[in-house]
């Protein structure tokens, strides 16, 4: 009877206006707050379930927050609560929990806003991992003490996120971490913008956001997580975010890189099937970057910025179809790793001549490239990756190399061997090898 009672009253906005005592003690008799797991628990009689669960949370909490002094359920719940787990269809007044500092309100598939939190002013924490119904963020703002605002959607949901902005967060001065996975309504981030603490951002699956401008003048960031932002079309937000020591972005519509001018502090980038991206100029200056991954961008032409690199080591431009010229190269002299397979277009390798402390290279699926002249020099490499189908008529500049791991080799008889001093050892086509080994000492185990 009195999960009917519930079913049917328990929601009926008039009970919360009586102003009986009797009445919400008897609705909310044997409810109790778990303060390890931080629920609130209804009776047994009542059974988890779903849609109908939430709104019986809903319910729960109406009624603990209407009901009047005396009501010693009520009491007793209200002063309790310090972190609560819930999952709900709605919100009414979350003020009357008075310490209340952390919410975790992740599966509540039905909630549509967060109006709830108009008055909690303590609050310095909020999930809301799968609430896709949610609409806005408005109900946080003003929280000038909450420092994490986590929303994930989730790859298992069959349906896109209802959150269309962000701006509820806007004067949550104190935000040190954001976490927008999935919001793929959010256009901008522009509810970001006086959060000048931001530490660490996740804007992954954010596919409607265009650009960063929300971000600009947050200089404290330091992490940012990014990847399937098809939308995003510049990254000028992040000028002069000096903390930001790494930075990916694949997928998105950018041209150029020009908003990482005076990311100081930056030693990883990398920028994978961003099939508008041209040049990397607005990398020119960063002395700590260290590693350059620019995979399958097919419209880059330009790597001159790296001169002005003097501490980069690794760089994979492999896939970069449209690239010619590696010249620059010459002035990297720490650089140790190289990736220039299936750059289709390049024609030689002289830029690898000064290259004394290179370890391994990639040279597979060539095109245009004529000669491994440049390769003279790298007495340190250890490490050579082949391809037959498109790498030049002849390898014999390789002779002299110490090598140590050639591995991938494609067919033998695209190439003109001739015996040398290399000794090539652990190689992966071992077959193609011992083919090789019967017509030319050129390679010995």
């Known amino acids: 009877m009195r999960y009917q009672e519930a079913d049917s009253v328990l929601s009926c906005p008039s009970i919360y206006y009586l102003g009986d005592v009797n009445v919400f003690d008897y609705f909310l008799e044997g409810v109790t707050y778990d303060e390890v797991r931080h629920r609130i628990v209804p009776p047994r009689i009542f059974v ?33 609560v310090k972190v609560l787990r819930v999952e709900t269809a709605g919100l009414e007044d979350m003020s009357v929990f008075e310490g209340l ?39 946080l703002k003003g929280k000038t003490e909450l420092r994490e605002f986590l929303y ?20 949550c001065v104190s935000l040190s971490k954001a976490v927008l996975s999935v919001a793929d309504r959010i256009k901008n981030l522009d509810g970001l913008s006086r959060c000048t603490e931001l530490d660490e951002l996740d804007i992954s699956s954010c596919q409607s956001l265009k650009h960063l401008g929300g ?20 990254i000028d937000g992040l000028t002069g975010c000096r903390e930001l020591k790494e930075i990916s972005f694949e997928g998105c519509k950018i041209k150029h890189v020009d908003g990482l001018r005076g990311c100081t502090g930056l030693r990883k980038a990398a920028f994978d099937y961003c099939q508008f991206l041209d040049n990397i100029k607005g990398l020119e200056d960063l002395a700590e970057l260290e590693e350059l991954e620019i995979r399958d961008c097919v419209s880059f032409k330009d790597i001159s910025a790296l001169a002005a690199c003097p501490n980069i080591k690794r760089v994979d431009l ?44 990639d040279f597979s699926d060539f095109k245009s490239l004529n000669t491994f002249e440049g390769t003279k020099n ?26 140590r791991h050639l591995s991938k080799i494609g067919p033998f008889e695209h190439y003109n061997l001739t015996p040398g001093h290399t000794e090539v050892k652990d190689i992966d ?8 080994e019967k017509r030319t000492n050129y390679f010995s185990r």
């Open 48 to 80: 988890n379930g779903s849609t109908a669960w939430q709104c019986l949370n809903y319910a729960i909490l109406g009624l603990i927050s209407h009901a009047p002094a005396g009501c010693v359920s009520a009491d007793e719940i209200r002063k309790k």
């Open 101 to 139: 500092t952390g919410l975790d309100l992740s599966d509540s598939e039905m909630l549509e806003d967060l109006d709830g939190l108009a008055g909690c002013f303590g609050l310095k924490h909020i999930e809301l991992k799968g609430c896709g119904s949610l609409k806005n963020g408005d109900g």
């Open 152 to 171: 994930v959607l989730g790859d298992f949901f069959d349906f896109s996120s209802s959150l269309e902005n962000i701006d509820g967060l806007s004067g």
């Open 215 to 234: 971000l600009t003048g947050l200089n404290m960031l330091t992490k940012l997580t990014t990847g399937d932002n098809i939308s995003l079309e510049n």
């Open 318 to 361: 492999s896939g970069c179809s449209s690239l010619e010229n590696i010249e620059v190269l010459k002035r990297c002299a720490n650089l140790k790793e190289i990736d220039i397979g299936r750059c289709e277009s390049l024609k030689n390798s002289t830029g690898f001549s000064n290259l004394i402390k290179i370890k391994r290279s």
């Open 378 to 403: 790298l007495q340190g490499i250890t490490r050579v990756r082949l391809d037959g189908r498109g790498s030049p008529g002849s390898i014999d500049e390789l002779a002299s190399l110490k090598l």
């Open 429 to 436: 086509a071992l077959t193609t090898i011992k083919r090789l």
